[in-house]
């Protein structure tokens, strides 16, 4: 492993902002539960420590007394830096100092180098009683709002990086290669050439097998170890008939026919239809799917023989838990597990893919849930409302993509609901939302003139749709509203 930082996350939404932040300027970074041990610190060998703090008021807990006292150089943000003063034997009042915009004057040190005073947004900054050995590091309203150790690189700032700001980047920059030493040499190519090192060294002489899902998680993941391993990765596709329309040919083409990846096609449609027979219910109709999968993978893993490794293709927001209740199957639980895009986001992992010269149409098809289109039915699955959402969601589709929308779009889909009483017509709602790694959304305010063409294509060709909406409630992961 090459040089690398540590970000604690204290705070998701700050985590990943630092680390999009630093990737991009080439220095690598991983993203630790803030409780990581002192222990783990030292197997991972980090060159310094980043404790990620939010804004919202209350003070994060967790950080290991040991960490705290880690002689590798630490940057705390936000609410941790207050969380580390504490750690170190000093203190943070409860009480605010302001919560606005306050003028910031920095000490000069190799942190603060090329950052003139500014003004900050200052939300929750707590009254600090520095740790013996420390002296003020930035200060605002007369009262210190950071705070550096003299004997050891040790800093902590109670404020976060704003979007577009410059000054903050410069003071991770600053960290990284001024106080920790750090080398650009982050890129995709480099990614790409040492994870096809990870799964070799893993797999040995031995075999892998990856569960594809047509996915870009799975897909990036399963051309990573099919550039490390060849012939030796077996992937198994499920299609179980909630598919979108099209898209089971289009995942056998690429990988199977044009990659030559080695693929086990199971056609389970009958299975997962008779399965879902009569359910209504989401959480139910979730649970059948995943064990019905998990089911089908346990017989298509008799097909596989012995293999050394599992290739899981795992992202940075099922690591945070951002998706709650996504649910990956497992494949063998006695076999390691190698997982190669848990560090990325879903905008690094089209990198990669485009790096590996992955095409368009692959990398840019949008997240689709295991359960597929059954929880976009609402009430019973049956072949006659598959058969209309498919051909709603290709007409949704093709309008977007030939008014050029598309682009701006982070996800899009059809809901199917029936309408009410004995009416044998159906409803459908559109959504087509703005969004950043499926934390938070807002609905795209797509042209009148557009949503009027889908309607009176779906109105024409599905004369079954008796009714077209469009849905404009946003969603947050913070607020508990799901996103399907």
């Not at 090459?2 to 985590?15: A, G, K, T, V, Y």
């Not at 409860?94 to 603060?112: D, H, Q």
């Not at 700001?165 to 080398?183: H, I, P, R, S, Y």
């Not at 982050?186 to 040492?194: D, K, N, P, S």
Request: hydrophobic content about 40%; proline content about 4%.
């Amino acid at each position: 492993m090459r040089d690398m930082l540590l970000i604690l996350n204290f705070d998701e939404s700050s985590s990943r902002a630092i680390a999009r932040a630093l990737r991009a300027e080439h220095i690598y970074c991983e993203i630790v539960p803030g409780n990581i041990s002192s222990e783990e610190i030292e197997k991972r060998d980090p060159l310094g420590l980043i404790l990620s703090g939010g804004v919202k008021g209350g003070m994060p807990s967790g950080l290991q007394a040991e960490v705290a006292q880690n002689a590798r150089p630490m940057l705390a943000l936000g609410d941790a830096a207050a969380m580390l003063c504490r750690a170190l034997g000093g203190d943070a009042l409860e009480t605010a100092i302001c919560n606005s915009i306050g003028a910031v004057r920095f000490r000069e040190c190799e942190l603060t180098q090329g950052i003139d005073d500014c003004e900050r947004m200052l939300h929750n900054v707590r009254r600090l009683r520095m740790p013996e050995g420390a002296v003020a590091l930035a200060e605002s309203l007369q009262e210190p709002v950071g705070f550096m150790l003299m004997q050891r690189p040790v800093y902590g700032i109670q404020f976060t990086l704003e979007q577009n700001d410059t000054d903050g980047m410069q003071l991770l920059l600053n960290f990284a290669e001024k106080v920790c030493n750090c080398t650009k040499w982050w890129t995709y190519e480099a990614f790409v050439e040492r994870t096809v090192e990870d799964i070799q060294r893993m797999a040995g002489e031995g075999h892998a097998v990856c569960a594809m899902t047509g996915g870009l998680d799975s897909g990036v993941s399963a051309v990573l170890a099919h550039k490390a391993l060849g012939n030796r990765l077996k992937g198994i596709f499920i299609d179980t008939g909630l598919l979108r329309d099209g898209e089971a040919a289009q995942v056998l083409s690429f990988y199977r026919d044009q990659l030559g990846m080695e693929m086990i096609h199971v056609q389970a449609q009958e299975r997962f239809l008779a399965a879902l027979d009569g359910v209504v219910d989401a959480n139910q109709k979730r649970a059948i799917i995943g064990e019905m999968i998990q089911k089908i993978l346990d017989e298509a893993m008799t097909q596989v023989g012995a293999v050394t490794v599992v290739v899981r293709g795992t992202n940075c927001n099922d690591v945070l838990g951002w998706d709650k209740q996504k649910r990956r199957p497992a494949l063998q639980a006695d076999v390691p597990m190698i997982e190669p895009l848990r560090e990325l986001f879903k905008s690094e992992i089209r990198q990669v893919g485009s790096t590996m010269y992955m095409p368009p149409e692959v990398l840019s098809r949008q997240s689709f849930p295991g359960s597929g289109l059954a929880l976009r039915i609402l009430g019973a699955v049956t072949p006659a409302r598959l058969q209309t959402l498919r051909a709603v969601d290709r007409i949704f589709t093709e309008e977007l993509t030939a008014s050029g929308q598309m682009k701006r779009l982070w996800q899009h889909f059809a809901v199917l609901s029936p309408m009410a009483g004995d009416d044998p017509r159906a409803m459908i709602a559109l959504r087509a939302v703005n969004s950043a790694e499926s934390s938070q959304g807002y609905a795209a305010r797509l042209p009148y003139d557009l949503l009027e063409r889908v309607m009176d294509r779906i109105r024409r060709e599905r004369p079954e749709v008796s009714r077209v909406v469009y849905d404009l409630t946003s969603f947050s992961r913070y607020d508990g509203v799901e996103w399907q």
